[in-house]
């Protein structure tokens, strides 16, 4: 059974800085992609950045210049670094990978920032 599990997440001053983790476990053949998502109180869940196979980025504009979206192949895992954090930012970060086909979501993690 695939699990994802997220770690990293807490509470932050604005213009702090977090770094997320998402390990994932269980036969995991072929990962096509992994990525980020974050859903704040009242909101959609939506990308904040994601990693392809081949290593491409994407982030979402309130990402760019802030965030940067890394993995460890080796260990399966792909990291979240988060800079100059502000109010907005404040969500449940999700986890997410799709390997052979099959989506996976992770349990989330809770990132406050306060002002």
């Known amino acids: 059974q695939v699990q994802l599990v997220e770690s990293g997440g807490g509470w932050v001053q604005a213009g702090g800085s977090l770094r997320l983790s998402c390990a994932t476990s269980g036969s995991t053949f072929s990962i096509n992609a992994m990525g980020w998502y974050r859903q704040a109180p009242g909101k959609q869940r939506e990308l904040v950045a994601s990693?392809?196979?081949?290593?491409?980025?994407n982030y979402a504009d309130s990402a760019k210049g802030r965030f940067t979206i890394s993995r460890d192949i080796a260990k399966n895992t792909v990291y979240l670094q988060m800079n100059n954090l502000r109010p907005e930012d404040t969500a449940v970060y999700y986890c997410?990978?799709?390997?052979?086909?099959?989506?996976?979501w992770g349990q989330g993690t809770q990132v406050t920032v306060s002002s």
């Open positions: 990693i392809s196979s081949g290593g491409s980025t």
């Open positions: 997410r990978m799709i390997s052979s086909g099959l989506l996976y």
